[in-house]
């Protein structure tokens, strides 16, 4: 059964930083490229940023750009999402997503997500 | 970016009734467009990709249609489970985008 779980949400104050995990399970890790996409309160769904399944390829959202960095240890079946500067409007839950296809941009299976609060 | 919008925002069905959901983008995005279903709590979840092609498990009551700009998600029959939210997402213009869902709610 494929499962991912995210870890390291919380409460952090404006300009803080957090370091979001995902752990994945039931499945070849690093066969797949993965995806992390946020939800903010009561909001849709916003996608934020593209790893491949080697780490060689990296995407952002522009308005995470800068400030955020995506990273995978294919050995730990691990995703990683680095949050610095952190705003109040980067408050959401955060989701890994893992891609049915290389490049297909489609989602095929989620995370339960981790809820990141920006507050002062 | 593509600004997908969906419509309606709200739609009130009864168990049985047909559901009929619409997602248009503001450009074509071909027939690279996909729809999820997401519950109060829970993740989203694929339903349909490349407009038209259920995801592995959906229900053959769940079906995609539409190209270009227009794009249509039909739930024949609705159960019960299916009660929730449905968002549209494309893949054809960088980068990914969502529309800004449709919930189906009991009558």
């Known amino acids: 059964e494929v499962q991912l779980v995210e870890s390291g949400g919380g409460l952090v104050q404006p300009g803080g930083s957090l370091r979001l995990s995902c752990a994945a399970s039931?499945?070849?890790?690093?066969?797949?490229?993965m995806n992390w996409v946020r939800q903010a309160p009561g909001k849709g769904l916003e996608w934020v940023s593209f790893?491949?399944?080697?780490?060689?390829?990296?995407y952002y959202a522009d308005s995470v750009k800068g400030r955020f960095t995506i990273s995978r240890d294919n050995a730990k079946n691990s995703l990683y999402l680095q949050m610095n500067s952190l705003r109040a409007e980067d408050t959401a839950v955060y989701y890994c997503?893992?891609?049915?296809?290389?490049?297909?941009?489609?989602?095929?299976?989620w995370g339960q997500g981790t809820l990141v609060t920006v507050s002062s | 970016e593509i600004v997908l919008t969906q419509s309606p925002a709200t739609l009130s069905l009864s168990p049985g009734e047909r559901a009929t959901l619409s997602c248009r983008a503001s450009?074509?995005?071909?027939?690279?467009l996909a729809w999820y279903q997401q519950k109060p709590g829970q993740a989203p979840r694929l339903l349909i990709y490349?407009?038209?092609n259920r995801a592995t498990g959906i229900p053959a009551r769940f079906s995609g249609s539409g190209s270009g700009t227009d794009f249509t998600l039909t739930i024949s029959s609705l159960e019960p489970e299916d009660f929730a939210v449905y968002y549209c997402?494309?893949?054809?213009?960088?980068?990914?985008?969502f529309g800004g869902g449709t919930k189906v709610e009991i009558k």
């Open positions: 039931g499945f070849t890790f690093s066969s797949y490229e």
């Open positions: 490349d407009t038209s």
């Open positions: 790893i491949s399944s080697s780490g060689s390829t990296i």
């Open positions: 997402q494309q893949r054809d213009n960088w980068p990914p985008s």
């Open positions: 450009q074509s995005v071909s027939s690279n």
């Open positions: 997503a893992r891609e049915l296809e290389p490049r297909h941009y489609y989602f095929d299976y």
